[in-house]
């Protein structure tokens, strides 16, 4: 069982930068593949970033590539979502979810059987 608890949400202006942090519990950790989602307000959940048990491997969405970095400290059972330059439509509740399923890194929600609370991030323009 894992538990997966984000944090570093907040309001933020256009331009800037924000790091989630996911911290997670767990013996069996570093053995997932771990990936952050968002959902805006009246959409479909998205995948945003993942990141492959031993970090060699990673998958972004084309609208966040160059602007986002996901990494993961095994050491400390925590991935991280680096977001910069920000915009507003980067605005949403981001998930940090973990899968135990795959070795690889799909941006299917459905491969992923563990799930955060999530965490607001909100890029005023």
């Known amino acids: 069982q894992v538990q997966l608890v984000e944090s570093g949400g907040g309001l933020v202006q256009a331009g800037g930068s924000l790091r989630l942090s996911c911290a997670a519990s767990g013996r069996t950790f570093s053995s997932y593949t771990m990936a952050w989602f968002r959902q805006a307000p009246g959409k479909e959940r998205e995948f945003v970033a993942g990141?492959?048990?031993?970090?060699?491997?990673?998958n972004y969405i084309d609208s966040v590539k160059g602007r986002f970095t996901i990494a993961r400290d095994n050491a400390k059972n925590t991935v991280y979502l680096q977001m910069s330059s920000l915009k507003p439509e980067d605005t949403a509740l981001y998930y940090c979810?973990?899968?135990?399923?795959?070795?690889?890194?799909?941006?299917?929600?459905?491969?992923?059987?563990?799930w955060g609370q999530g965490t607001q991030v909100t890029v005023s323009s």
């Open positions: 990141i492959r048990w031993s970090g060699g491997n990673t």
């Open positions: 979810a973990a899968s135990s399923r795959t070795i690889f890194v799909p941006s299917t929600d459905r491969v992923y059987n563990y």
